[in-house]
Structures are given as C-alpha cells and as structure tokens.
C-alpha cells in the first residue's frame, strides 16, 4: 500500500532535477545503523524508484549492497577507451566531492554500481540500448551490510535544496524511511517459453568446432544461446531477487534496474576483487551437472577433475588470468590443481587466484584486463570475439559481462554476468554458453546450457526439461 503524504512530491522533484545537477558538488554522509533488512530498504519507497535500483550480495552473504534513487547516471556507447573513461568521470566526480564517512569499511561512501556491455563491437539489439556499452549508477540512498554491520549513505549534490549540511542529510533519510511503502510481490506466471534458433545452434556449434580441429589460429571459443520466456503480468524484478537469494546461495547475486525491468542473475563467477592492495579473481570453467545422490554427485564431481577436455578449457581460463594480473601484481598465487565449486544444478571446475596489486593499480584497469577470460569468450581472445561475431547472431549485451561495484576509495568487486537474464516487461531473454574446444560435442553442449539456464529459470517459476 502506497502512503501518500507531502513528502512524496519532494521526492520526485528531487529526482527530476538531479540530472541538471551534475557540475555541482556530491556532498556524502554515511553512518553506521542498527541492522535493516535489504529486501525491505530494496523495497521502499518503490513506487517512487522503481527502475532505480540496484541489488548485490556476494555468496553466503558477508556483504550486500543495495541503492535506491539515481543521483548520476554514467551511460557510454563507447568502445575503446570505456574502461578508462568511466575512471575519469567517478575521478573527477570525487575530486570535488565532500565526504563525511566516519567508518573504514569498504562498500560504504559514494559508490559506482553496473557494468559494461560483453562486446561494445557487437550488433546492438534494441532491448539492450538503455544499458549502452559502460552503465553505471550513484545512488541517492544506499545501505551496506559487511557480515552483522549495517550503514546507510545518502549522496545528494550540493545547492540542492535539502542536502547542504550533514544534518540535513541524515534528516533527508529519516523521511525517507517514514515514507516507506509496502507491496505485494506477486510470482510471475510463464505463459511462453521459447529456446530461440536452436538448430542455427547447434550449427555454428559444428562450424566452430571444425575451425578448432582442422586450425591452429585458434583453441577455444565460448558460444552461448538464448531462452525467451513470455508472462502473463510484467515481472516484478522483486520476485526473481528474492527467489535468486533463496535458491542461489552461493553464487553472487545482482540486479540492474531499468525503467521496464532490469539485468538479474546469480553467477558463482568472481572477476576480480580488490580491497586495499589484494586482489583477488578466479578460473571458472568445466562443468557437469548434480546428482540428487551424494555418491552419484561424487562419482560427477570426480570425473569432472580427470575429464581432459574439461581440464584444457580450464587450463586456458587460468593461463589467460595469470598474464593478464601478471604485469599489475607483486605477487600473485594460483593453485596448480583446480577443485570442485558446487551451485545447485551444476559443478565447475574452479581456480582461485589471490595477488597483491602494485600502486596506482585501479579496479577498472584490472577489469579491462581480465575481460573477457576465455571461460566467456576464447584463446585467443581477438579470433575467438570475431567468431562469436560471426557465429552467436545475437548480441549479448551485459551477458557474460563485468558487472560490479567501486567505491570512492578504489575498493570493489566484479562478477562475470552468467547465470543471469534481462527482464523487459512481459517478456524475460535468458543466456547461456559453454566452452568449445576440438573435442566438444554439439549435443553435449547443448544439454549443458540447458542446465546453465536452470538457475535463472527457476527463479522465474519455470523449469528446463
Ligand atoms: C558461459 C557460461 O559459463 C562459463 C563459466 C563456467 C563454465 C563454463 C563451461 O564449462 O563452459 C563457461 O565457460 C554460462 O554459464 O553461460
């Protein structure tokens, strides 16, 4: 239920104006509060911010995010130079910025939260266009859960009519969470589902398959496929976070809203964390399903570890890593042998791999330098983007893409966005690829991305015969 007061018009108001805000100060408070309930700050006040929001929890839960209310939006079609770029803007944005953050935590303060589009030299397909090719939001009201410790930033630009003193703005939040309205968040019913061109698939599947066998300019190619799901109601992005949260607790979950809906996965797949000078990332690739049985789920596991062809595509993820963190770590550790990482449908093989970053090395740059590993796109990574060109015939947009947080003191986390899926309204387009070397088998593969859309589908009310 909705209760309306005078506030609510401020709101709006607020947000309307804050896009000609941009040139003025960020002025942000942050406090540590008693424990709030994420869905519950996610959900309030939604009918004001729907469409500008944003959700994150890492696995098992030590950390969430969540932001409500674009302050700024950084919204990039460009290739080139658009990691980079988006460095400059947050870095010039904080050059001017007031910060009154007491607490040393990470995740708290003025933060960046989106991503970037897979290939920014992809045909774009309209219903990826209001994500362009770098999208990122600063939120107005934002809450970060570190393990039991809970804090509230509220960012506004300064001249703005409520934001001019700290004070100020810790009363904006207070009002805020007098204004909170609740809803029902109902299941969205799928009255179609649709597995889009698979014999086009499975050809290109063969095409690219042939190309590694009878070539040597080329050893790997990630080839994915997309499922179309249609509703009876427009899907309540709601809905699909908090069955993703049940259901896929050890993955990293994520939602990007959007005016009519919004990218939302949970992928088990980190790309890089920094927090101070260590860095972390991993290998993930090689997969096989679960079994219901323990022993059976074993006997799966086991032979995925000795399985060669698994092990090669692998192998290849954590070579391309090690080169690419090489040149911006003084130290860097990857275990010699990969061990199991266990979701609910599907078991991978997986490296962890730690460092410690050299100084003056920003998150962003080491984003640009992992993406795209070859457990997304192949060995070597130019031949293999062409053939998924030439190959995929779909554009991929935040599919398999970096997406993840900053904040201002260069901390921050990105996931490789698999697992996931874009909500437009009544409909929902869901991906999944899977690693292709010599040996793969087109019908295997195709049974495996199957599984891979599991997850998502699941979380939608559907499943994957
Ligand atoms: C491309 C996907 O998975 C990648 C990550 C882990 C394992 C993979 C594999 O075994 O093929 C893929 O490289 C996906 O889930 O859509």
């Known amino acids: 239920m909705l209760i309306h007061s005078p506030y609510h018009t401020k709101f ?48 098992d839960d030590p950390m969430t995010i969540v932001g409500i209310g674009l302050l700024r939006t950084f919204l990039n079609h460009r290739a080139d130079d658009r990691f980079s770029q988006i460095e400059k803007e947050w870095r010039e944005l904080l050059s001017r910025a007031v910060i009154d953050n007491p607490t040393r935590t990470e995740g ?22 209001p994500f362009g090719d770098t999208l990122f939001y600063l939120p107005e009201y934002m809450l970060t859960i570190l393990n ?88 309540l992005t709601d809905y699909v976070l908090k069955e993703l949260r049940v259901q896929q607790k050890n993955s990293f979950i994520f939602l990007l809203e959007t005016a009519d809906g919004g990218f939302i996965g949970a992928s088990p797949e980190r790309l890089v964390q920094k927090k101070d000078d260590l860095v972390l990332s991993t290998s993930l690739a090689g997969s096989i399903g ?71 090395t920003s998150i962003f740059h080491l984003v640009g330098e992992l993406h795209p590993t070859p457990a997304l796109g192949g060995v070597p990574t130019r031949e293999a983007m062409k053939m998924i060109r030439d190959q995929e015939k779909m554009d991929r947009g935040f599919y398999a893409a970096p997406v993840g947080w900053t904040d201002y003191r260069g901390n921050g986390e990105f996931i490789v966005a698999i697992r ?5 309204n009544q409909e929902a387009f869901l991906y999944a690829g899977c690693g292709l070397v010599a040996d793969s088998d087109p019908e295997e593969e195709l049974k495996e991305t199957g599984i891979k859309f599991q997850p998502m589908l699941k979380a939608m009310g559907g499943s994957f015969e």
């Open 420 to 424: 996931s899926g874009l909500i437009k």
């Open 108 to 129: 708290t303060g003025p933060l960046l939260f989106g991503g970037f589009s897979f290939d920014p030299y992809s045909v774009k397909e309209e219903m990826w266009q």
């Open 148 to 235: 039991e410790d809970c804090y509230i930033t509220v960012n506004q630009f300064e001249n703005s009519e409520m934001s001019r003193s700290s004070n100020q703005i810790k009363k904006m939040f207070d009002l805020f969470l007098k204004n909170a309205d609740s809803y029902d968040v109902q299941a969205p019913s799928i009255s179609s589902k649709e597995e889009l061109s698979v014999p086009e698939w499975l050809t290109s599947v063969s095409t690219v398959i042939n190309k590694l066998k009878t070539t040597d300019t080329v050893d790997k190619v990630v080839l994915a496929r997309k499922l179309k799901l249609g509703f009876s109601q427009p899907v």
């Open 290 to 360: 679960r079994h219901v049985e323990p022993e059976e789920d074993k006997k799966l596991g086991d032979w995925l570890l000795k399985d060669e062809k698994n092990r090669y595509e692998h192998a290849l993820v954590v070579q391309m890593i090690r080169r690419a963190l090489q040149p911006y770590c003084k130290e860097l550790h990857i275990p010699e042998e990969p061990i199991l990482l266990k979701t609910p449908y599907i078991q991978h093989l997986y490296t962890p791999v730690s460092g410690t970053a050299r100084p003056e």
């Open 12 to 59: 709006v108001d607020t947000m309307k104006h804050k896009e000609h805000q941009t040139n003025k100060v960020l002025v942000s408070y942050t406090r540590k509060v008693k424990k709030i309930d994420p869905v519950g700050f996610f959900q309030m006040n939604r009918s004001v911010y729907t469409g500008e929001r944003f959700f994150w929890q890492s696995p």
